[in-house]
């Protein structure tokens, strides 16, 4: 049964930074697109970071660019978001995600991908 486990979320002040893993059983992504999706209260998963072929496939939202790094690690089958600069904003529920194909420009869209985790919190505080 595959399963992706995120961890690392939690408190932080603004300006600080927090590392997301997932970790994913019984699935390897290859080359397809890997993806990191943030949902705050009342509103729909927003897709903010994608990764495919090794790294050579790197998309962000405008919300997050410069500031968060989608990284892959074939050793541990995981991947990473490094989120720095936090801001209150980024205070949401972060979930990872994966496609059965390499990533494109439809990469936010959550309807794209067939696993998810269950999502860890991040909360940003002034």
């Known amino acids: 049964q595959v399963r992706l486990i995120e961890s690392g979320g939690g408190s932080v002040q603004a300006g600080g930074s927090l590392r997301l893993s997932c970790t994913l059983h019984?699935?390897?992504?290859?080359?397809?697109?890997m993806a990191w999706f943030r949902q705050f209260p009342g509103k729909e998963r927003e897709g903010i970071a994608a990764i495919a072929w090794g790294g050579r496939r790197l998309y962000y939202a405008d919300a997050v660019k410069g500031r968060f790094d989608i990284s892959q690690d074939d050793a541990n089958n995981a991947v990473y978001l490094q989120m720095e600069s936090l801001v209150t904003e980024d205070t949401a529920m972060y979930y990872c995600?994966?496609?059965?194909?390499?990533?494109?420009?439809?990469?936010?869209?959550?309807?794209?991908?067939?696993?998810w985790g269950q999502g860890t919190q991040v909360t940003v505080s002034s």
């Open positions: 019984d699935y390897s992504y290859g080359k397809n697109c």
């Open positions: 995600a994966a496609a059965l194909r390499p990533c494109g420009s439809w990469y936010a869209d959550s309807t794209q991908y067939v696993y």
